[in-house]
C-alpha cells in the first residue's frame, strides 16, 4: 500500500512542476483579471463536477477573501443557481448551462474562467466561445492534451495528464496562485 502512495505522490509532484513551467501564462492571467477588477469587471467561473467545486472555490476566494484582509472583488460562479441549471437544462440541454448564463451576464471587461479536465465539456466550451465571441475574455484551465477546448479561449493552461485527481489538484494550486496575485494587487 506504501508504495501505491508513494507513486501517486511522486506523480503528484511531476504534474506539478508543470504548473511551474506555466508560470508565466498564470502571470498573464492573473494580470488580465487584475486590470478586469480594477475597471470594473468581474469574474465568471464554470465547471462540471470536480471542475465545479473549484469554479466555485475561486469565486468565493474573490467574493470572500483569500489570505488577506481585502474589499470584496465581483465574481460569479455559473454552477452555484441550482434552480437555474435545471431551469436551463430542462428548456435547452446539459450543453447550454454555461453559455445561456455567461450571455446574459458576461460583458466587455469581464473574464469568464472555464475549468475542464478533459477539455471536452461541451458545455464549457460553448461557454467560452460564445463569451469570447463578444468580446469577453476567456480563461481555460484544461487537462490532459486540452481537448476540444484547447485554441478557444485568450488564455489556457493546460495540465497533461490523464489522471483526473492530478489535473483537479493542479487546477487547485493554479486558482491558489491566481489568489496571490490577486491578493498582491488588491490590499
Avoid: W
Avoid at 9 to 25: I, K, S, T
Amino acid at each position: 500500500m506504501r508504495k501505491l502512495l508513494a507513486e501517486q505522490c511522486r506523480d503528484a509532484a511531476r504534474v506539478m512542476q508543470n504548473v511551474e513551467a506555466q508560470l508565466p501564462q498564470i502571470e498573464a492571467i492573473g494580470a488580465l483579471i487584475i486590470e478586469a477588477l480594477r475597471n470594473g469587471g468581474k469574474i465568471l467561473t464554470c465547471g462540471n463536477g470536480g471542475s465545479a467545486a473549484e469554479a466555485q472555490h475561486f469565486a468565493e476566494e474573490l467574493v470572500g477573501r483569500y489570505k488577506r484582509e481585502r474589499r470584496s472583488l465581483p465574481a460569479v460562479c455559473l454552477v452555484a443557481d441550482g434552480t437555474l441549471l435545471t431551469c436551463i437544462l430542462n428548456d435547452y440541454g446539459a450543453d447550454e448551462i454555461f453559455a445561456r448564463q455567461s450571455d446574459s451576464m458576461a460583458c466587455p471587461g469581464d473574464v469568464l474562467v472555464g475549468f475542464s479536465t478533459s477539455g471536452q465539456s461541451e458545455n464549457v466550451r460553448r461557454a467560452i466561445e460564445r463569451t469570447r465571441a463578444r468580446g469577453v475574455a476567456t480563461v481555460a484551465l484544461l487537462g490532459r492534451d486540452g481537448g476540444a477546448t484547447r485554441g478557444l479561449a485568450d488564455h489556457e493552461v493546460i495540465i497533461e495528464s490523464t489522471v483526473t485527481a492530478r489535473v483537479q489538484e493542479a487546477h487547485l494550486l493554479v486558482l491558489h496562485l491566481l489568489c496571490e496575485l490577486i491578493d498582491e494587487a488588491f490590499v
